[in-house]
């Protein structure tokens, strides 16, 4: 049974950081895909980072050099170290895995298997 797990979301001012943490069961997160969503109110959710089983990661644009996405082998977890945050980084913030196949974009979310229930971030 997969499971995921997120926490670490809460509220913080603009400029400031957070760190979102996904612990994992039920699989090893160094065999899939492990990406990080967000999603504001009325707004489509959004990939914002992801890390391979080959441990690459990409990032979106608009979070490119302010977010750093990690993994930890020894505790099965992920993780999203968020710095400069900024209003629109406001939303609810999901973990998801994907199963490693031919085709996958680690942004659209129809390739991802198994998701977390959200954090929430709010950047006043």
């Known amino acids: 049974h997969v499971q995921l797990v997120e926490s670490g979301g809460g509220s913080v001012q603009a400029g400031g950081s957070l760190r979102l943490s996904c612990a994992a069961s039920?699989?090893?997160?160094?065999?899939?895909?492990v990406g990080w969503f967000r999603q504001a109110p009325g707004k489509e959710r959004e990939g914002v980072a992801a890390?391979?089983?080959?441990?690459?990661?990409t990032y979106a644009n608009s979070v490119k050099g302010r977010f750093t996405i990690a993994r930890d082998d020894g505790v099965n977890a992920i993780y999203l170290q968020m710095n400069g945050l900024q209003l629109p980084d406001t939303a609810v913030y999901y973990c998801a895995a994907a199963t490693p196949r031919a085709g996958l974009r680690w942004d659209r979310r129809e390739d991802y298997d198994y998701w977390g229930q959200g954090t929430q971030v709010t950047v006043s």
């Open positions: 039920g699989y090893t997160v160094s065999s899939y895909c």
């Open positions: 890390i391979d089983s080959d441990g690459r990661t």
